[in-house]
């Protein structure tokens, strides 16, 4: 089993676009319909194929991390402002 972590970056038509996280220069794109969770823009997921089939795991804490170091840095770059 291949393990990999991504960053969910958008969705095209139907299909969602994964960037490789950290360094998001790899993305790969599953069909909308191959997704059995519910995802949205930013989430952060292990991606495993198994028996050609996708599985992936939602990563709640990790997302949540980095959603508030996001906004810790909106909130610092509107003080310069």
């Not at 360094?23 to 995802?39: G, M, R, Y």
């Not at 997302?63 to 906004?71: A, F, G, L, P």
Request: glycine share 2%; net charge negative.
């Amino acid at each position: 089993m291949n393990l990999n972590k991504y960053t969910l970056d958008r969705f095209e038509g139907d299909f969602a676009v994964f960037l490789k996280y950290p360094n998001e220069t790899e993305s790969l794109q599953i069909h909308c319909s191959d997704l059995k969770a519910s995802l949205n823009q930013g989430d952060i997921v292990n991606i495993s194929v198994i028996q050609d089939k996708y599985e992936i795991e939602l990563l709640s804490e990790q997302t949540m991390d980095q959603k508030e170091r996001i906004s810790q840095l909106l909130k610092q770059l509107k003080k310069r402002n």
